[in-house]
C-alpha cells in the first residue's frame, strides 16, 4: 500500500475513533441540552419548602429532541450520608454532559411521578412549552387548616390541578408523607441508616432536561440540584 493511501486511512481511523469516544463518554455536543436554572432553595419554612427552578424551552427551542424536564430525589434519614452523596453527584456533573446524571440513576436516584399528568404532550413530568417556565413543586400539605399550602406543582404561580407529587417505587405510588407509609430501609429510594432514627427525612432532589429522538433514544442535561427539603414526622 503506498504510504499516501496509509496515511488517508489513519485520519479517516481517527475521525472515526473521536467521534465514538465523544459518543460513549456521554458528549454528544450535536444533541447538547441546556438544564433548568435556579432561583431559590428550600427553608424550613413552609412557605417556601418547595423545589423550585425555571426550565430552559427558550434555550432548547432550537432541537427537535427536546421534551422537557424531569426531576429525580432520593430520601435519607442522616445527613452526612446526603452531604457525601452530594458531594459525589457533584463532581461528576459537567456542562453539557450526562455524567452526573448517571451518577445520580446509579447511586439510587428515582424519578418524581405525579398523581395526576400536566400534559399529555409526553411523558415528561414537566413537558415542553414555548417559553421558559417559574416551577415550584411541594410534596405535602402543611400550614393552618383554614388556609394550607396545598401539595402539587405550581407553573408560573398557577396550581395544577391534581398533580400531587408521589413516590414511585416497586410500581407502587407512595405520597410524601401524608396517608401514605413511612419510608422503610428497603425501600428503593431510601438510603437509611439503621443507628439514627426515623424522626427526621431529607428528600434531595434534581432537575434535569430531557431529550428524545426518534429512536427513542434519551439525552439528558446537566443536572441542577433543587436542594432537600427536611420532613420532620
Not at 36 to 49: C, I, V
Not at 107 to 119: A, F, H, Q, R, V
Request: with cysteine; net charge neutral.
Amino acid at each position: 500500500m503506498k504510504p499516501f493511501q496509509k496515511n488517508k486511512l489513519c485520519i479517516l481511523f481517527l475521525i472515526v475513533f473521536f467521534a465514538a469516544v465523544s459518543v460513549s463518554c456521554g458528549l454528544p455536543v450535536y444533541n447538547a441540552l441546556y438544564p433548568p436554572t435556579a432561583y431559590a432553595q428550600p427553608t424550613n419554612d413552609p412557605l417556601n419548602r418547595v423545589f423550585s427552578f425555571t426550565t430552559a424551552d427558550s434555550a432548547n427551542a432550537g432541537m427537535d429532541i427536546y421534551q422537557g424536564v424531569n426531576i429525580y430525589y432520593r430520601i435519607y434519614n442522616d445527613p452526612s450520608s446526603r452531604d457525601s452523596d452530594i458531594n459525589t453527584i457533584n463532581t461528576s456533573n459537567t456542562e453539557f454532559s450526562d455524567n452526573g446524571m448517571r451518577r445520580l440513576q446509579n447511586m439510587g436516584y428515582n424519578e418524581l411521578s405525579l398523581t395526576k399528568e400536566i400534559s399529555t404532550i409526553n411523558d415528561t413530568l414537566i413537558p415542553i412549552d414555548s417559553t421558559n417556565r417559574k416551577i415550584q413543586v411541594r410534596l405535602f400539605t402543611e400550614g393552618f387548616s383554614e388556609s394550607p399550602y396545598a401539595a402539587g406543582i405550581r407553573v408560573n404561580n398557577s396550581l395544577v390541578s391534581g398533580s400531587i407529587p408521589v413516590r414511585t417505587v416497586l410500581s407502587t405510588s407512595f405520597d410524601f408523607f401524608g396517608t401514605g407509609p413511612l419510608p422503610g430501609s428497603t425501600d428503593p429510594d431510601v438510603k437509611m441508616n439503621s443507628a439514627l432514627g426515623t424522626d427526621v427525612w431529607y428528600v434531595n432532589a434534581y432537575a434535569v432536561s430531557v431529550g428524545r429522538n426518534t429512536s427513542f433514544q434519551y439525552f439528558y442535561s446537566s443536572i441542577l440540584h433543587l436542594g432537600y427539603i427536611t420532613i420532620e414526622k
